[in-house]
């Protein structure tokens, strides 16, 4: 790491002293990207940081893992198509997309930091929190406390949504 890092990090920085922290083992993929995973029953998610230094918003996605697929190998490789989805085109009816998604509409208005995400061209599902930093960078403290709310919130709703799904087949 060079000196001009050291006095300045950069957002994806602290996040892996936050992972380092919490002796999470995560995959940096770029400056701008680290990838890392959770396992809190009965959810299994994919942790996705982003920097939008365009937006200085560094953005954290949470993916909660289809465990009735198979892992495609370590963190990051082969996950993102195991995220749980709710699509036409993996099986669900119309009405069970409909539902879900009034559901995701119901969580989003309740919920006060992030949002749930559904895309329409394949169904993924994942919850979403996005961290301005304008004219200062993240602070352990605050990415930890987003780490924990995704968390919480991921495990609460997401088996909702597969019960929901399960129930009205």
């Given at each position: 790491m060079n000196v001009i890092r050291l006095l300045f990090p950069q957002p994806t920085d602290i996040v892996a002293q936050t992972l380092a922290k919490?002796?999470?083992r995560f995959l940096r993929v770029s400056d701008t990207m680290i990838i890392t995973g959770a396992v809190i029953?009965?959810?299994r998610c994919l942790i996705v940081f982003t920097d939008d230094q365009k937006r200085k918003t560094l953005c954290i996605f949470f993916f909660d893992l289809d465990t009735a697929r198979e892992d495609t190998g370590p963190i990051g490789q082969g996950f993102l198509q195991a995220n749980f989805k709710v699509h036409e085109n993996e099986g669900h009816t119309q009405e069970?997309?409909?539902?879900?998604?009034?559901?995701?509409?119901?969580?989003?208005?309740?919920?006060?930091?992030g949002r749930f995400e559904r895309d329409p061209e394949d169904g993924e599902i994942r919850f979403s929190i996005a961290l301005p930093y304008r004219n200062r960078r993240p602070t352990v403290a605050q990415i930890d406390w987003c780490i924990n709310m995704g968390l919480e919130t991921v495990t609460r709703v997401m088996p909702q949504i597969r019960h929901l799904v399960e129930r009205s087949w």
């Amino acid at each position: 790491m060079n000196v001009i890092r050291l006095l300045f990090p950069q957002p994806t920085d602290i996040v892996a002293q936050t992972l380092a922290k919490r002796s999470w083992r995560f995959l940096r993929v770029s400056d701008t990207m680290i990838i890392t995973g959770a396992v809190i029953p009965p959810s299994r998610c994919l942790i996705v940081f982003t920097d939008d230094q365009k937006r200085k918003t560094l953005c954290i996605f949470f993916f909660d893992l289809d465990t009735a697929r198979e892992d495609t190998g370590p963190i990051g490789q082969g996950f993102l198509q195991a995220n749980f989805k709710v699509h036409e085109n993996e099986g669900h009816t119309q009405e069970q997309v409909n539902k879900v998604c009034e559901r995701l509409m119901a969580e989003n208005f309740r919920i006060l930091l992030g949002r749930f995400e559904r895309d329409p061209e394949d169904g993924e599902i994942r919850f979403s929190i996005a961290l301005p930093y304008r004219n200062r960078r993240p602070t352990v403290a605050q990415i930890d406390w987003c780490i924990n709310m995704g968390l919480e919130t991921v495990t609460r709703v997401m088996p909702q949504i597969r019960h929901l799904v399960e129930r009205s087949w």
